[in-house]
């Protein structure tokens, strides 16, 4: 079956993060994941008030979505 993860992540520790990252990464990888959109959207200047409104108004949780 396949998914797609949506996640938002509030990092409270960047270096340990960092080292997460490069582990799941590994996991993902080995069962045939990859990613899709990974910060960029996220992060671009178009979507900067609209994230900090969000961050306002609710809060976000992880999402899986099945695939085709």
Do not use: F
């Not at 996640?7 to 990464?25: N, R, S």
């Not at 069962?31 to 900067?48: F, M, S």
């Amino acid at each position: 079956m396949s998914a797609y993860v949506i996640v938002e992540i509030d990092i409270a520790d960047p270096a340990g993060y960092e080292e997460y990252k490069k582990q799941a990464a590994a996991t993902v990888h080995k069962y045939g994941g990859k990613y899709i959109v990974r910060k960029e959207w996220l992060n671009c200047e178009e979507y900067r008030e609209p994230r900090k409104m969000r961050h306002r108004t609710a809060k976000t949780k992880m999402i899986l979505v099945e695939g085709v």
